[in-house]
């Protein structure tokens, strides 16, 4: 499960920013919105949203999270000596667009918390460093640091660390380029491993390649007993779809992910990602029930439709796991009941036993009123007069300024907790002057 994950001087976020599950001492909806980790003294969230004006952060900070997941699995085996290692540092001031990035993030992962990070500049890795505790320890014992790098010095803990790293380190065998993790992870250091297995379960929906998101949810269709889990949330969405065909054709997985709903695939076609049909009930003038008649998901269903069926995957996929989804803009094109009743199904002791997690952004204010959400998990977006996004959780403000039974939507929208545009005045823009095309015509009288 994730713990916190905090970013700093990437994109807008100059300062550091820290997206934290951990919950507050708050016992509201406590059964099924928390999960206690008594071993880590620990009570994490199973959910978080994010709000925020146009612009003012929240994609980016889903993005974050995309970046530390891809240069986490392909800086190891992507890149070349001297090769730009794609970071992408708060650029509206000359200090912080010469700086480092940081990227931290703290997981459960077997029994063990991990807490992992790196500083990235363009070319090179400035530091990363590793540590952990395990179950068996108490509370109050310290981390274990399991390696500590210093641009390419290295120092690492024998035991917990060691084997084939040790000769990595002596044969300067990682590149200024490449994280130590992936590297180790490559020649199968156990934690190294461990870690990240953990990225690569990660599901992050950032809208940038939908051929993608679309496939996790054909990955499923070719499963008798998962296609019926498909069929059933589409029913539930009540889309009215009697069944769905996918194309016949092979997919190719990486390595030994075939059998993982939640595994990357490769040479994804256009073709293949429009080759799905729908099957919709039809009748007679009788209203007799006759042949159903089939549609092309891409070129026939509405784009709510198409969303829904894209989500499909990864919801079923995180919860029949326990995994981690992140979705920028769950809301887009989805009714505001649907984005409810799938924020529902992760703060849920019946419909997400395995304690999976969903972390999304929206515009969806009707979420404030739903009652699936503590204090704790409204988390806000905000860029001062400097281009420069701060990020704050409700439960950050005082008891007497935010109340367990205050109205959060109307409180919101008025501006109580910052974080909404300030509009102008719309009505003071500039008329454009009249030209012969677009002047008022009068019929000639008489």
């Given amino acids: 499960m994730l713990v916190s994950f905090s970013v700093r001087n990437f994109r807008t976020f100059r300062e550091r920013a820290e997206w934290s599950l951990v919950a507050s001492p708050d016992k509201t909806r406590e059964a099924d919105n928390v999960v206690e980790l008594p071993a880590f003294g620990l009570r994490l969230l199973k959910s978080a949203v994010v709000y925020g004006a146009n612009a003012s952060g929240k994609s980016k900070l889903v993005e974050a999270m995309e970046f530390m997941k891809v240069f986490v699995r392909e800086s190891s085996v992507n890149g070349q000596v001297g090769k730009s290692t794609g970071v992408q540092p708060f650029r509206l001031n000359p200090t912080a667009a010469a700086a480092a990035s940081e990227f931290e993030i703290q997981v459960v992962e077997q029994q063990i918390l991990y807490r992992y990070g790196f500083e990235v500049s363009a070319t090179r890795v400035e530091a990363e460093w590793l540590l952990m505790r395990t179950a068996k320890k108490v509370r109050s014992a310290p981390e274990v640091e399991l390696f500590y790098r210093n641009g390419q010095d290295i120092t690492f803990h024998p035991k917990q660390f060691g084997g084939i790293v040790g000769e990595l380190v002596k044969n300067a065998a990682v590149r200024e380029n490449a994280l130590l993790l992936s590297v180790a992870a490559q020649f199968n250091q156990p934690r190294a491993v461990a870690m990240l297995r953990w990225f690569e379960n990660l599901i992050i929906l950032a809208g940038r390649d939908g051929a993608w998101e679309r496939a996790l949810t054909l990955v499923l269709l070719r499963h008798p007993l998962e296609k019926q889990d498909v069929t059933g949330f589409l029913d539930k969405a009540d ?52 042949e159903p008649i089939e549609f092309s998901l891409s070129l026939d269903e509405s784009a709510g439709t198409s969303k829904m069926f894209d989500l499909a995957g990864p919801v079923l996929s995180a919860l029949n796991l326990g995994r981690l989804l992140v979705i920028d803009e769950l809301d887009a094109r989805l009714h505001p009941n649907l984005v409810c009743k799938i924020v529902h199904l992760f703060n849920s002791q019946i419909t997400n036993p395995l304690n999976a997690q969903l972390l999304f952004n929206t515009h969806d204010t009707n979420l404030l009123s739903s009652g699936n959400f503590r204090r704790d998990q409204i988390w806000f977006t905000e860029k001062n007069r400097y281009g420069e996004a701060s990020l704050y959780s409700l439960a950050d403000f005082k008891t007497d300024q935010v109340r367990k039974d205050d109205n959060f939507e109307a409180n919101y929208v008025r501006g109580k907790y910052g974080a909404v545009p300030y509009l102008g005045d719309f009505g003071a823009l500039p008329t454009p002057e009249p030209t012969p095309e677009t002047a008022p015509r009068h019929d000639a009288k008489g």
């Fill in 239 to 290: 889309l009215d779809i009697e069944q769905l065909r996918a194309g016949e054709k092979e997919l190719i997985f990486d390595k030994e992910s075939s059998e993982d709903a939640g595994g990357q695939l490769r040479n994804w076609s256009a073709e293949q990602h429009a080759d799905v049909k729908t099957l919709r009930r039809a009748y007679s003038d009788a209203r007799e029930p006759v």
